[in-house]
């Protein structure tokens, strides 16, 4: 079952912060982060394991709370780079308990960073 | 270098004629995976590997097959292709079945089918 991200799209200045969420109906194992840009593939940000930890990426980190069943990437000091669609992608717990298996990506979330 | 490699990265087919997308990765990862990228529907998952000769369904398996023969290559297979397969390809590896680390991408794979 697919996660699901908000918002959807966001606009933002050079400088100011920014969150995006992600949330399953199911239980989580683990939630990974991806950031696409323009015409490239996606690309590796973080990924965070059961246990409410808390991981950083350059100014960018990101929670995940195992009982609420959601993540969030909190983007700091946003800079022009930072502008493309974030993924997160969970795995599904009903395979092999989350250890193993396929990753479901949510839709995505547009950043645009203007200067 | 380390890469995943996809082929062809441009293709433009017609309904029904049989085409095969290549995945080769040099970074003997055990895991290997298909997603199809549609505008406002993110990625999905087509089928997946864990290791060679295990391969499973993703969300959208349908008119698609895949192999994997060889633990380097995982090649996307469309036997019979319809306009509703027009799409963003991607093959992705990790070096763990249990995706605990990164997956990387390959380039990607723009399939027009008329």
């Known amino acids: 079952q697919q996660p699901v991200q908000s918002p959807q799209a966001v606009i933002l200045r050079e400088g100011e912060d920014a969150v995006i969420n992600c949330s399953s109906s199911?239980?989580?194992?683990?939630v990974h982060w991806y950031r696409q840009k323009h015409g490239e593939a996606p690309v590796f940000l973080m990924i965070l394991l059961k246990g409410g930890e808390q991981k950083g990426h350059e100014k960018i980190s990101a929670s995940f709370n195992e009982k609420k069943q959601q993540s969030s990437l909190y983007l700091t000091a946003s800079q022009l780079s930072y502008s493309g669609t974030y993924f997160c992608g969970t795995k599904d717990p009903e395979i092999y308990g989350g250890s193993q298996g396929n990753l479901i990506f949510g839709k995505g979330t547009k950043l645009s960073v203007k200067p | 270098e380390a890469q995943v490699t996809q082929n062809p990265r441009y293709l433009i087919t017609v309904t029904g004629k049989k085409l095969t997308v290549t995945c080769s990765q040099n970074?003997?990862?055990?895991?290997m995976s298909w997603y199809r990228q549609d505008p406002g529907l993110g990625l999905r998952q087509i089928y997946y590997s864990m290791n060679v000769e295990v391969t499973d369904k993703g969300d959208v398996p349908e008119g698609y097959k895949v192999s994997r023969k060889e633990k380097r290559n995982f090649p996307l297979i469309l036997e019979s292709p319809s306009p509703n397969q027009t799409s963003l390809y991607f093959c992705?590896?990790?070096?763990?079945?249990?995706?605990?680390?990164?997956?990387?991408f390959g380039e990607g794979s723009r399939l027009t089918v008329l």
């Open positions: 992705a590896s990790s070096r763990r079945q249990g995706l605990t680390g990164e997956l990387f």
């Open positions: 199911k239980a989580l194992y683990s």
């Open positions: 970074m003997n990862h055990e895991y």
